[in-house]
């Protein structure tokens, strides 16, 4: 009888596949975006246990109306821990298709401005909504990794669709590498202890020309830059 329940919910809980091919824009509302980042800055800066660190904002601070951010992936949260570094700029998420599929979960995304992407291959779509979204004026958000690693801390490789939107939209966007380095009190629960993230040096894609290649490589070394100040002041504050 349970197991009958639980296959049940778990139905009840999945929707249809939500590819980029069915992804309608006009569902993004900014008003949800700014209450969803208002509610977990409030949650986080109310708890006690959870330390929260921010390094290098001057190069957020430089930045014009419109870039690529680009971050290492540690787990489902880095999406709410990146909206409140970036404190009152709104950014589109890129998030993969199966997140769609959760039920609770569609709704809130759309709202937000969460965009999906099947990892599988090229997403020509998915990396089409994200460069009309940088055209537009507005911050998009990759995690060019494409999941979660085993090793937090290090970053080994990325998408070759970073360099693919970077070096083709028109203008041609910055690229602000952001390192995000986590202490957990209950991981499985996903409930942090202690956070830093830290911005690094901007990629000007202009120096590159039409080499993809070339800007993916200097685009990983970037990322990594970013990652480890992050890390390091998290070693300190463990310490």
């Known amino acids: 009888m349970l197991k009958r329940l639980k296959k049940e919910l778990k139905a009840w809980m999945t929707l249809p596949e939500f590819t980029s091919e069915m992804y309608d824009p006009s569902a993004y509302h900014p008003l949800a975006y700014d209450v969803s980042r208002l509610f977990v800055a409030c949650f986080l800066g109310l708890q006690p246990w959870i330390s929260i660190d921010t390094l290098n904002r001057q190069a957020l601070r430089r930045m014009r109306k419109s870039f690529l951010l680009i971050c290492n992936h540690i787990s489902y949260i880095d999406v709410l821990l990146m909206g409140v570094a970036l404190g009152r700029r709104r950014i589109r998420f890129m ?13 809130w995304m759309l709202a937000v401005g969460a965009f999906p992407v099947i990892r599988e291959g090229a997403d020509a779509k998915a990396l089409g909504s994200a460069r009309k979204f940088l055209e537009d004026g507005q911050i998009v958000c990759l995690f ?8 937090p801390e290090t970053v080994e490789k990325i998408s070759p669709g970073v360099g693919m939107l970077s070096l083709r939209c028109k203008p041609r966007p910055e690229v602000l590498p952001a390192g995000l380095a986590i202490e957990w009190r209950r991981k499985e629960l996903l409930m942090p202890k202690k956070v830093v993230s830290n911005f690094g040096w901007v990629l000007d894609p202009d120096e590159f020309g039409r080499d993809i290649e070339r800007f993916n490589d200097q685009a990983l070394i970037a990322l990594q830059d970013a990652l480890a100040p992050a890390v390091r002041r998290l070693h300190s504050l463990m310490a």
């Open 95 to 107: 998030a993969k298709e199966e997140l769609f599929r959760i039920r609770f979960l569609r709704g």
């Open 144 to 151: 060019p990794q494409g999941t979660t690693l085993h090793d």
